[in-house]
């Protein structure tokens, strides 16, 4: 079993909906979740970043972290073409003074937002 | 400012011949990482430098891989000899240690095809 677990859809929704995006994880030592988006052919960039359990909203997009059941969900509220990409949850143990330790990253989820 | 530099973009190579693939990370970044991407898949840590040292490398096969980073900023992956398997993308990310989140900053990759 991976420590990371996410859907790979693919996954397509019209423009103007609510996207829900989800990773369930296995190792309780996790502290640090992120979303990265990934275009196509690009390299992934950091979306939204999340210590511990909690919300976190910026814009459009919306973090959500449960750390009882070990599953965290990204929101994206009226979503656009320009959403569509692959959106990776990422998890990390310890950020030291050198930056995380070790990321582990989800398969990402492809989406597409039809217009 | 300059994001992480990453070349060639693409090679194809045939199996059993060496390829190698260098990154040049943001300015004043000490924290350096290679990942692994396959078709599908979430990015895999291969081996991440804090300066020039090699702190984790843990998952970084040794016997047909090595890397270096030998003043502390740009680094070389090399694969000798190639495998069908290594076709992936290769991603190099750097950090910054005054970044709270520990973001990592991906180049757009670098793309091998063994034939």
């Known amino acids: 079993q991976k420590e990371v677990e996410q859907d790979p859809g693919p996954l397509s929704v019209p423009e103007g909906a609510i996207v829900s995006l989800n990773c369930t994880y296995s190792n309780s030592a996790f502290q640090y979740f992120m979303w990265y988006r990934q275009y196509s052919r690009k390299g992934p960039e950091l979306l939204m970043y999340?210590?511990?359990?909690g919300n976190k909203e910026d814009g459009r997009f919306t973090a959500q972290v449960d750390k009882s059941s070990k599953y965290i969900s990204l929101f994206i509220r009226d979503s656009q073409p320009s959403d569509s990409a692959t959106y990776l949850c990422?998890?990390?143990?310890?950020?030291?003074?050198?930056?995380?330790?070790?990321?582990?990253f989800g398969t990402g989820t492809r989406l597409t937002i039809i217009p | 400012e300059a994001g992480v530099v990453q070349s060639p973009r693409y090679k194809i190579i045939e199996k059993k011949q060496p390829v190698a693939f260098w990154c040049n990370p943001i300015?004043?970044?000490?924290?350096l990482y290679w990942y692994r991407q396959n078709l599908g898949q979430g990015p895999e840590l291969l081996i991440r430098?804090?300066?020039?040292?090699?702190?984790?490398d843990s998952q970084l096969p040794k016997d047909r891989f090595s890397a270096e980073r030998l003043k502390g900023v740009d680094s070389t992956l090399k694969i000798q000899p190639a495998e069908l398997g290594d076709s992936a993308v290769y991603l190099c990310?750097?950090?910054?240690?005054?970044?709270?989140?520990?973001?990592?900053?991906f180049g757009e990759g670098s793309r091998l095809t063994v034939l």
């Open positions: 430098y804090e300066n020039e040292e090699a702190v984790d």
């Open positions: 999340t210590y511990s359990s």
């Open positions: 990310a750097s950090s910054s240690r005054l970044l709270e989140s520990g973001e990592l900053f």
């Open positions: 300015s004043g970044h000490n924290t």
């Open positions: 990422a998890m990390s143990t310890l950020i030291s003074n050198f930056g995380n330790e070790k990321l582990t």
